[in-house]
């Protein structure tokens, strides 16, 4: 299984203050863990990245703002982030 890189830049040496994405506390990864599934559940799944941009270009043909295909460790298909 491949994790998703969000971060190109893996920039070692400095790291940020910033808290982990994926921390220890059980509390916070249990309701990220849930938010997720919420996630998940009210989103189309694409079976394929291909499917998925297919889709994206037939809802938004011309230029602008692009929905971003990202693969579900929940569902192990493909959503799109709902950013505009
Ligand atoms: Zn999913």
């Given at each position: 299984?491949?994790m998703?890189r ?9 790291r ?11 509390v916070?990864?249990?309701?990220r863990?849930r938010?997720?599934r ?6 189309a799944?694409y079976?394929?990245?291909a499917?998925?941009r297919?889709?994206?270009?037939m809802h938004?043909?011309g ?6 295909a990202y693969?579900?460790?929940?569902c192990?298909?493909w959503?799109?982030?709902s950013?505009?």
């Amino acid at each position: 299984m491949t994790m998703p890189r969000r971060n190109p830049r893996p920039d070692p040496g400095r790291r940020g203050r910033r808290a982990p994405t994926w921390g220890p506390d059980p509390v916070r990864a249990a309701e990220r863990e849930r938010r997720r599934r919420e996630v998940c559940a009210g989103k189309a799944r694409y079976a394929t990245e291909a499917e998925a941009r297919a889709h994206a270009l037939m809802h938004q043909p011309g230029p602008g703002p692009r929905p971003n295909a990202y693969r579900c460790d929940v569902c192990d298909g493909w959503h799109f982030t709902s950013r505009r």
